[in-house]
């Protein structure tokens, strides 16, 4: 399996701190919010990885990461020259996946996982992306503010049945975090995705096809999960890394 950092963007959320650098390269307590991602990858055995930046920040990300030999892994750059939706890094990354699986995270996602170790002293997290062989796979997350992001509804089974991205009526309260699992079909998926009414490349539409082929596995996160792109997640996450550190 190969592994995908996206970690383009201008990050308007949080000006005017990322008026002068990327909002992944912020510190979250004691380290740069990248490298949490990083090593949710790692951790789950995932070294062939791949770093999509902006163009004005990306010297930046060389500089920080190298070759990624510092981590034990290999790293490749790509630009991402306009950020035209997260579907779109399947598309900039088409010739690093090759055959391969992916698995992409984005680079403000922070993932604290708990729950009981599975077998092998891994937490559930970890072990899911280790296990994933074909098909799709995504991570819901309950949350107070669910109209952010792309939401799931599930039927009475806990069963995923409609996936529908910053919903304007109520569909539930489980938002899909940003780390995504699939088999190398989504590829070809991600070319035949059309713009949306936002004009961007919609992961969901990736989702949704997964879905319509009875072939799309959501699992809940247990844990906490911080998409670090507003002020105050920002402050939870350097909260919560200083938790866990002291």
Known sequence: MKGIILSGGSGTRLYPLTKVTSKQLLPVYNKPMIFYPLETLLKAGIKDILIIV????SDDYIKLLGSGSE??????????????????????GENF???????????????F?????????????????????????VFAKEVPDPERFGVVKFDVNMKAVQIEEKPKQFLSNFAITGLYLYDNRVISVAKKVKPSARGELEITDLHNWYLK??????????????????????????????????
């Open 54 to 57: 902006s163009p004005e920040h």
């Open 113 to 137: 996982a708990e729950g009981e170790p599975a077998s092998g002293g891994e937490d559930p997290l970890t072990k899911a992306i280790k296990d994933f062989k074909t098909g799709g796979q």
């Open 97 to 111: 996946i090759g055959r391969d699986c992916v698995c992409m995270i984005l680079g403000d996602n922070i993932f």
């Open 71 to 92: 981590f034990g892994a290999r790293f490749t750059y790509e630009i991402q020259d306009k950020p035209e939706g997260l579907a779109q890094a399947f598309i900039i």
């Open 213 to 246: 082929q009875g072939e799309l596995k959501v699992d809940i996160v247990k844990g906490e999960w911080i998409d670090a792109g507003t002020f105050e997640s920002l402050f939870k996450a350097g909260e919560l890394a200083r938790k866990k550190i002291t």
